[in-house]
C-alpha cells in the first residue's frame, strides 16, 4: 500500500513557466512534509519542507502549497529553469512511537522527473 | 565539511553472491538511514540506526540483508545471498539526533545489479 502518492510521473515544461507537481498522503498521523530534489549521480537533497499547521510556504521560486482536509500538497515552481531540471521526490514523515529528537522515517513518493526546455 | 560517502557507486554480482554496501555518515551525525529504490518504485525506508543502535529495522524485507554500525561510525549492509529483486539503489542517510531540524543529508547511493 503506497502511503504517498505522487504526480505526474514526468514533466515537461518551457523555461520560464510553471512546474506543478502534486502529492497525496493517507496517514494522518504525518506532521512533516518535505520536498526533495536529486541530480544524475546524486543523492535527494531537501529542497522545502513544510508542517501542517499553515498552507503554504514560500522560498524563492519554490512554494509548497498543503490542503490538510484533502490530505493533498504540491510543490510549484515558478520561473522554471533548465537548471531545475531533476526529479522531485515528495515525502512525509512522523513523530516515531520511541523517543529521540530528530529521529524520523521518510515515506517518499514514486518521484517525477522534470524537464524544463530552452 | 564532508557529505554522506556511499562505496561502492555501481555493483553488479550474480544471484546467489554476496555484496557488502558501506556508508560513512556526516561526522558527527548519529542518525544513519538506509533506504532502497527499485526501479520505478519509491523510495523505501530499509532501517534506522542511532549511534550503533538499530531502532528501527522494520523495512528490512528478509533475513538475507544485514546491517550493521560498529563503533557508531560508518555502517554497511551486507546482502547473502543475492536475489534478482534486490536489484536497485540503495541510499544512506545521516541527521544529528538532539535537532529540531528534520533534515536528512543523503548519499549518492549504491547503484546494485543482480544477474
Known amino acids: 500500500q503506497q502511503q504517498v502518492k505522487q504526480s505526474p510521473q514526468s514533466l515537461i515544461v518551457q523555461k520560464g513557466g510553471i512546474s506543478i507537481i502534486n502529492c497525496a498522503y493517507e496517514n494522518t498521523a504525518f506532521d512533516y512534509f518535505p520536498w526533495y530534489q536529486q541530480f544524475p549521480g546524486k543523492g535527494p537533497a531537501l529542497l522545502i519542507a513544510?508542517?501542517?499547521?499553515?498552507s503554504e510556504k514560500k522560498e524563492g521560486r519554490f512554494t509548497i502549497s498543503f490542503n490538510k482536509s484533502a490530505k493533498q500538497f504540491s510543490l510549484h515552481i515558478m520561473d522554471s529553469q533548465p537548471g531545475d531540471s531533476a526529479t522531485y521526490f515528495c515525502?512525509?514523515?512522523?513523530?516515531?512511537?520511541?523517543?529521540?529528537?530528530?529521529?524520523?522515517?521518510?515515506?517518499f513518493g514514486k518521484g517525477t522527473k522534470l524537464s524544463v526546455i530552452p | 565539511e564532508a557529505g554522506v560517502t556511499q562505496f561502492p557507486s555501481h555493483s553488479v554480482i550474480e544471484k546467489g553472491q554476496t555484496v557488502t554496501l558501506r556508508c560513512d555518515p556526516i561526522s558527527g551525525h548519529d542518525n544513519l538511514y538506509w533506504y532502497r529504490r527499485v526501479m520505478g518504485k519509491e523510495i523505501k525506508f530499509l532501517l534506522h540506526?542511532?549511534?550503533?543502535?538499530?531502532?528501527?529495522e522494520s523495512g528490512m524485507p528478509n533475513n538475507r540483508f544485514l546491517a550493521e554500525r560498529t563503533g557508531g561510525t560508518y555502517s554497511t549492509l551486507k546482502v547473502q545471498p543475492a536475489e534478482l529483486e534486490d536489484s536497485g539503489v540503495y541510499f544512506c542517510?545521516?541527521?544529528?539526533?538532539?535537532?529540531?531540524?528534520?533534515?536528512?543529508?543523503f548519499g549518492p547511493g549504491t547503484r546494485l545489479t543482480v544477474t
Open positions: 540506526f542511532v549511534k550503533e543502535s538499530k531502532q528501527d
Open positions: 542517510a545521516s541527521s544529528q539526533y538532539y535537532t529540531t531540524s528534520h533534515e536528512q543529508y
Open positions: 515525502a512525509a514523515t512522523n513523530r516515531p512511537s520511541y523517543s529521540g529528537a530528530g529521529s524520523y522515517q521518510l515515506t
Open positions: 513544510i508542517r501542517p499547521d499553515v
